[in-house]
Structures are given as structure tokens and as C-alpha cells.
């Protein structure tokens, strides 16, 4: 798929991930509360989200940071009325954790 093995290295199958958005695109408010009109709160991009992904391969960067490419994603605002899917994205390491695994119905 790629042409440097040694700087890509393939997840097959993909693994269910969940991305850390507060940790990909740190929040910074403009002003506290009463200074962020009500539309930006409700109907912004929520930043704070955990979203659900797969992760598709690691890229080693020129610096030695891993990155992630993962599909999948789809951002959101507080009152559900805007829906932003994403192409495949490079996501930092310690932006990822696998995702739990679905426990069958009736399991304990």
C-alpha cells in the first residue's frame, strides 16, 4: 500500500479505536461563559468528544512520533445538528486508545 515500509506499518485488519479529540484539538475559549454567545456553545464543533474510528495503519514521523490513520471519524456539534465527516487523519498516539470490545448480550 505504501512505498516506505519502514515508516508505515499496516494494521490488518483495522482496530476499533477511540480518538481523544480534546487531546487531537485542545480547546481554547475565547472568553468564559456569559462571553461565548449561546449559538457558538449549542451549535460549534464539540472538541471534547470521544469518537469512535479505525485505525488503519502507524506513521513514524522524521521525529520518531508514531502517528495514527484512522477512518471513520465524524465531528459533532452539542445540539446535534451538525455532522462533519472526516477523511482519513493522522491522529498523535497518545490521542488513541483501543476500543473496548463489544460483550455479546447475556455475557457477564
Request: charged share 20%; hydrophobic share 40%.
Amino acid at each position: 500500500m505504501y512505498d516506505i515500509p519502514d515508516a508505515v506499518r499496516e494494521v490488518e485488519p483495522p482496530r476499533p479505536v477511540i480518538v481523544s479529540l480534546a487531546r487531537v484539538w485542545r480547546p481554547i475559549r475565547l472568553g468564559w461563559g456569559r462571553d461565548t454567545p449561546l449559538w457558538m456553545r449549542a451549535g460549534g464543533i464539540s472538541l471534547t468528544d470521544e469518537l469512535d474510528g479505525l485505525l488503519n495503519c502507524w506513521v513514524c514521523t522524521s521525529t520518531g512520533e508514531w502517528l495514527g490513520m484512522v477512518d471513520g471519524l465524524e465531528l459533532g456539534s452539542q445540539n446535534g445538528r451538525l455532522h462533519l465527516p472526516l477523511g482519513p487523519q493522522l491522529i498523535r498516539a497518545d490521542a488513541l486508545r483501543p476500543a473496548e470490545p463489544a460483550t455479546p448480550s447475556g455475557a457477564e
